[in-house]
């Protein structure tokens, strides 16, 4: 695996329990810097190939390297590091119900260890950049499904992720919204960060022209070139 | 958008641990806390109060013990009271030669009548029933049988009617029934420990279980065991000051009105039960000791349970 490779998945395959595989013989390469579409019906295993992603679940079979580090045989004491190198998107948001939106997005932050002084900027920032700037206190409760969205993509990326993962991210937006959030995912993807965003929105995938389409099917990886398990390399890719 | 300078100078600083009012603020208080502070008031005052009580009753033994290790009686038992007052004068004087006694004293018959009183009577008891004499004795090392044997030898010629017995012969009885008694109280101690052990652990577990959503959150967003487990050891923290302050009032009045009791009993032996300024230093350790407890509790509960998720 060459150095710049952020994700390099080697015949994964993901059982629950004794069912049959959710996900069979996936093999892909992501490198850093780019934007990657992951499709497929519902069903076809997006979700949990989200989840070896970030780290929530290990493979039943298969290899996974991660940032240059085998994490499949990781200590999962080691494991946090990793996470922490990752912003993710929940497609439920996942927000802590009874902390504020300000509490909820500088939360990576805080389980970083930043100083409360140097994270009040940044995150105000954030909400303002969301549009949230006004509901800085509100609880998730009481916003909108896309407020509520638009706080869990603020929190995913306001630690400047070397990758970030999201499931679903405009599902609950409107139009004008879901447009606004993937040209954060863009600006962010332009400094530099992998961007995995699984969506069955095909009008989402002509938004990002440099995107690359990774398409899940019955938890097998459409991949009938080879190309997303050897890519071509991007010169000056993500340096 | 620039990366957060912040965060970068905590990346640089390393995995700093997520403590403080910041992480307690991640759980809400009082799905932790309910009515754990009074658990644990109620454990800290009954452990105080068995403590207490098992520290007054080894007092009251240890007391006993040492007034009574070095003491012997030697009774006269003789009907004729001339023979018995003879008797006992040759056993004054025989005994008070010998090294191993240090002390020793007629007791006078009034005292001896005044002790019978409560069973003979008022009237002359001397007149109906032959009361023995009595000698208090006090060695210079423990009455132990060799010694009495030796005694006992000694004042066969001169005064056959004596008999020397060991005071803590008597005694040895209640000692035994003290020693028992303290032992309970160990025991009791130890079930009241591993009782708010349990506690904590259904509590710990039952909070887990309403925050796993939060819990797991934390956990993807790169927060370690530590981290999470800090956070739990903290509420549970609070919850343990309080409960074990409010308890340690409780148990302390209590084992202090009970003390006011028992020495107006105004018994010797009871009166030798009392608690010293180190004892009550003991006692205040019971409330630390159930802090310390509480929260290894919690700690070691969150980390086996974060341990069996990745």
Do not use: C
Request: hydrophobic share 50%.
């Amino acid at each position: 695996m060459a150095e710049d490779e952020i994700v390099q998945f080697d015949n994964v395959g993901l059982r629950y329990g004794t069912d049959r595989e959710v996900l069979s013989n996936v093999s892909f390469t992501l490198f850093p810097g780019r934007f990657y579409f992951l499709t497929g019906a519902s069903g076809a295993g997006k979700t949990s190939l989200l989840k070896l992603l970030y780290l929530a679940q290990r493979p039943s079979r298969g290899a996974i390297r991660m940032f240059g580090t085998d994490v499949i045989t990781l200590p999962r004491d080691r494991l946090p590091a990793y996470r922490r190198r990752m912003g993710v998107v929940f497609q439920d948001f996942r927000l802590v119900d009874h902390l504020s939106a300000f509490d909820n997005v500088a939360l990576p932050l805080r389980v970083a260890g930043v100083r409360e002084a140097d994270l009040q900027a940044p995150v105000a920032d954030m909400l303002e950049w969301v549009g949230l700037a006004q509901r800085a206190d509100a609880r998730p409760a009481t916003l909108s499904g896309g407020e509520q969205q638009r706080v869990a993509i603020a929190r995913a990326v306001i630690g400047r992720p070397d990758m970030l993962v999201a499931d679903e991210p405009t599902g609950n937006v409107d139009p004008e919204m879901a447009l606004k959030l993937i040209r954060l995912f863009e600006a962010l993807n332009r400094l530099g960060t992998t961007v995995v965003v699984a969506t069955h929105d095909v009008h989402l995938l002509r938004k990002v022209p440099d995107s690359l389409i990774m398409r899940l099917d019955k938890g097998m990886l459409a991949d009938p070139t080879g190309a997303l398990r050897y890519p071509p390399r991007r010169v000056g890719a993500g340096t | 958008m620039t990366k957060p300078p912040a965060l970068t100078r905590a990346v640089e600083r390393g995995l700093a641990p997520f403590r403080g009012r910041r992480a307690a603020h991640l759980l809400p208080r009082a799905r932790l806390g309910g009515p754990m502070p009074w658990v644990i008031a109620i454990m800290v005052a009954l452990t105080v109060l068995a403590a207490g009580g098992g520290l007054a009753l080894d007092n009251l033994s240890d007391r006993a013990r040492g007034d009574l290790a070095g003491s012997a009686t030697v009774q006269i038992v003789e009907a004729d009271p001339r023979q018995r007052d003879r008797q006992a004068q040759e056993a004054a004087a025989i005994l008070s030669q010998d090294g191993a006694v240090e002390e020793l004293e007629i007791v006078p018959q009034e005292r001896v009548e005044q002790l019978l009183e409560p069973w003979l009577g008022i009237d002359n008891p001397q007149d109906t029933v032959p009361i023995p004499a009595l000698i208090d004795l006090r060695l210079t090392d423990d009455a132990d049988e060799t010694t009495l044997e030796r005694l006992r030898h000694l004042l066969a010629e001169r005064a056959p009617a004596a008999r020397i017995d060991a005071q803590a012969q008597w005694l040895a009885p209640v000692l035994s029934a003290l020693s028992a008694l303290g032992w309970a109280a160990l025991g009791l101690i130890g079930l009241l420990a591993f009782t708010g052990a349990a506690a904590v652990w259904l509590a710990a577990r039952n909070a887990l279980g309403t925050n796993r959503d939060t819990i797991e959150i934390v956990h993807l967003l790169g927060g370690n065991d530590d981290q999470i487990a800090r956070i739990f050891q903290r509420s549970i923290l609070a919850d343990a000051a309080v409960g074990g302050t409010l308890g340690f009032v409780i148990g302390a009045a209590a084992v202090w009105l009970m003390g006011l009791q028992f020495s107006a009993l105004d018994s010797g032996l009871v009166a030798g039960g009392g608690l010293q300024m180190s004892d009550w230093l003991v006692l205040a350790l019971v409330p630390v000791g159930a802090v310390v407890l509480a929260v290894l509790t919690a700690r070691f509960t969150v980390l086996a349970t974060l341990r069996k998720i990745l």
